[in-house]
């Protein structure tokens, strides 16, 4: 093989790993986890929906049962589906609970929730929705 014909050869290889490492799905573009906020469901989530553990809505005939027609065409706006799942956390307790999440840098990323609970007895309603995209793991 001569000089030449290996720098062509070197040249294409290193164009096609390139390619391979700049091309991504439009899954992949989506954020592993979207905060969605402004959405209100009917009350009937709190019965379903635990503290520590999500209710998770995988379609639009899961979601219709609990949310009004108008809240649910806001919620289709935000959340596909077809490439993201909606986790529900509701419960109520202490005015001070908060939920927190951290994203481990994995690929598929890996997503931990925390609620860290309030001190104070006065008994409020929490709510949180996440769009989570559907090839990361939930701990």
């Excluded at 390619?19 to 592993?32: C, D, K, N, R």
């Excluded at 959340?79 to 001070?96: E, H």
């Excluded at 939920?99 to 709510?127: C, N, V, W």
Aim: proline share 5%; glycine share 2%; charged share 25%.
């Amino acid at each position: 093989m001569s000089y030449k014909m290996i720098s062509i050869l070197t040249m294409v290889f290193a164009a096609v790993v390139s390619y391979a490492e700049t091309s991504i799905t439009a899954e992949e573009m989506l954020p592993p986890i979207q905060d969605i906020t402004d959405i209100k469901p009917n009350e009937q989530i709190w019965k379903v929906a635990k503290r520590g553990v999500p209710l998770t809505l995988n379609s639009k005939s899961a979601v219709d049962k609990y949310f009004a027609e108008a809240q649910l065409k806001l919620l289709l706006k935000k959340v596909d589906f077809q490439k993201q799942t909606l986790l529900v956390f509701a419960w109520r307790g202490s005015g001070q609970d908060k939920m927190t999440y951290t994203i481990a840098e994995s690929f598929p990323e890996q997503i931990t929730f925390k609620i860290l609970p309030g001190r104070t007895r006065d008994l409020r309603p929490h709510l949180n929705l996440y769009a989570i995209r559907k090839n990361v793991k939930i701990k």
